[in-house]
Structure formats: structure tokens, C-alpha cells
């Protein structure tokens, strides 16, 4: 019984250290420490502006959807090194699904599905705003090369 309950013990203890190492990290790591955020993009994956929400499912992909004055978007994006606590500018790379109308303000044109892929950078302060740049290929229109600008700012879990 002593033996038992002794082993118990050292792994309630073991688990707590784990615990503990686990809440610095993510502490420690903006993106995980503030993973759900909201954005403003000029120009971007609607092409004119748009207002978006994301979340990190981890400190290195990330999720996001949101609406423009002329589309919708979401996607996907991979962080190339999120999971370095120190580091406040992160590349990335995404893949989003876009519906963006195509035509002009005086009538004609439809709605058209496409795909925008950023390849950008990002800087998280640990109070929680953020900005990124990144250049685009997406196949809407005759020019294929694309980018945008985002602010925004993170919060809590």
C-alpha cells in the first residue's frame, strides 16, 4: 500500500512540473498566450479591405476567416517559426478560399471563386497588437501577384 501510494504521489508531482512547464510556454509564446484575434486588411484576400477573425490552434497554424466590401475569405496559416517564444516576427505561408465579386460598381459581373496564397511576415507585441505584410498569388483578375496590409489585435483564451 505504501509502495502504491508513494508512485501516486510522484506522479501528481511529475504531472504538476509538466503543468507548470506547459502554462510558462504558453505564457511565454505570444501566439499561444493570446491565440483569437481580430484584423482590418487593406487590400488582401477581398481584394479592397476587409475585417477578419483567427485563431492559433497552435503556435504555428492558425486560422482565419473574414468579409470584405466585395468578398469573403478563409484559409489557413503555417508559421514557419512559431513556436520560437523569443521571436515576434514570424513568416508565414496560407492557402485561402476567397468569393469575390467581379465586375463593376455600375452593374454586370458575378461573384467568383478563388484561391489566395499570402507569403508574409508578422509582428505580435505580447500586449497583443499585431501587423503584417505579405505578397499573394491569387488567379481573380488579369494581375496574379496580390498583397496586403493587416493590423489587429489578439486576446486572451
Known sequence: LFFCSSNIIKAQDTLSVRSGENKYMIKSNPRLYKPFGINIYILGPTMVSSVSVDYFLT??????????????FGGIKYYFDGSNKDKN???????YLTRVFSGTIWGGGDFKNSIYTPLGIQFQKKKGRTFSAE?????????????????GYRFYK
Request: negative net charge.
Open 135 to 151: 505578397i499573394a498569388y491569387t488567379n481573380i483578375g488579369v494581375l496574379h501577384v496580390w498583397g496586403g496590409l493587416k493590423i
Open 89 to 95: 516576427w514570424t513568416p508565414y505561408l496560407g492557402v
Open 59 to 72: 503556435s504555428s497554424l492558425d486560422v482565419e476567416a473574414g468579409v470584405g466590401l466585395i468578398g469573403t
